[in-house]
């Protein structure tokens, strides 16, 4: 009788997320941004799996923790994954999609090629969810998670996920060419970009913070040392013995897959030295840099408050995530749960 119960109340639940979801199309990017009850999020809800699979969260945080005890830049890796997932036509899981007949793979776009990496963690998380619950865990969900995931095992905070996003059956190489924002982005361009999936100044400050971990390659900063503005010269807010540094790293040319740090002093550890670096003229990319010096918006106190407060940074950090994993998914009856993040069904 109580799994009866249970049943139906998942039924019912995802009737009524369905509906929602047609009465209001693409417009689910600005729920939830308080973070708290169930019933902010509308299309997801954190106890989605509650009972199809409860255990997903155990399975994601176990082959997790293995994976980046053996190499602790994979947190960061699969942390970016859910971004770029995020910014190409919503949380869909789009970005796992390998080349096909029918599909264009986003791994070849500008921003993904060469760059982007932990497929086969997700691989491994979606075989064991596959076996313990076959076909109910989506891979955009497993994205979301991992990212979570990702952030709580290098130190930094934990949030309560709303779940139930379906997966694409298409991916776009064209958008995730146009929307994911370039290293070299002035402040203005980051901010459009970001304000174009529901984003506004205080999350793209807060979510910059995930270069707390991870590294960036020579090809995504070399411009700042040798021709910032077209003049052969370095770019001025670049602090001397870090500048110097990156020149060893990064030659002229040549060298263009060596990799920095985003944060040298911490690079696997999620803390506020991300915001601190970049107040003494040491962020590792353009991106970075612009959120002090750029003009006209108040992301320069921003910087400043969450240099000073890593708490502040934390609770924002997690808040903007939140808002960042509800950018437009599918739910209801769109879009699918792939068996194999790779492909479509
Ligand atoms: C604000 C605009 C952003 C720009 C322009 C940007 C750009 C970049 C670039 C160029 C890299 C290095 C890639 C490479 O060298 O192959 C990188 C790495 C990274 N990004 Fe961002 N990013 C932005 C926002 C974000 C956000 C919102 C997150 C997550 C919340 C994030 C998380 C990361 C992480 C963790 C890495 C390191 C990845 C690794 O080590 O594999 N970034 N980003």
């Known amino acids: 009788m109580a799994s009866l119960r249970a049943c139906f109340t998942v039924i ?15 417009n689910f990017f600005d729920w939830g941004e308080g973070g708290g009850s169930t019933g902010e999020y509308f299309g997801l809800f954190p106890e989605f799996y509650q009972y199809a699979c409860p255990q997903v969260n155990d399975i994601v945080m176990s082959v997790l923790e293995k994976a980046i005890a053996e190499e602790a830049r994979l947190a960061a890796s699969l942390l970016r994954l859910h971004f770029h997932d995020c910014f190409v ?52 969900d497993i994205l979301a998670l991992v990212a979570r995931g990702s952030t709580v095992l290098s130190g930094g905070p934990s949030w309560e996920l709303p779940l139930g996003r379906r997966d694409s059956k298409t991916a776009s190489l064209t958008v995730s060419n146009r929307d994911i924002p370039p290293p070299n982005a002035t402040l203005e361009n980051l901010i459009t970009l970001f304000k174009q999936q529901g984003l506004d100044e205080v999350d793209l400050v807060a979510l910059s913070g995930g270069h707390t971990i991870g590294v960036a390659r020579c090809v995504t900063f070399r411009q700042r040392l040798y021709n910032q503005n077209g003049n052969d010269q370095p770019d001025e807010t670049l602090e001397r013995s870090f500048y110097y540094g990156l020149t060893s790293i990064c030659p002229k040319s040549g060298g263009d897959n060596n990799i920095s740090p985003l944060d040298f002093t911490s690079p696997a550890k999620f803390d506020n030295t991300y915001f601190k670096l970049i107040l003494w003229g040491k962020g590792l990319l353009n991106s970075d840099e612009v959120l002090l010096t750029g003009n006209g918006f108040n992301t320069m106190d921003l910087v400043r408050s969450y240099a000073e407060d890593e708490e502040l940074f934390f609770n924002q950090f997690a808040k903007s995530m939140v808002k960042m994993g509800n950018i437009s998914p599918l739910i209801g009856y769109n879009g699918d749960v792939r068996k194999d993040c790779r492909r479509v069904n």
């Open 12 to 26: 019912l639940m995802i009737l009524i997320s369905s509906s929602l979801s047609q009465a209001h199309p693409g």
């Open 89 to 140: 036509q919503g949380c869909d899981a789009s970005i796992l999609l390998d080349d096909s007949e029918d599909i264009a793979s986003e791994k070849n776009s500008n921003p993904n090629k060469n760059s982007v990496r932990g497929f086969e963690v997700i691989d491994e998380i979606k075989a064991k969810l596959e076996e313990a619950c076959p076909q109910t865990v989506s891979c955009a």
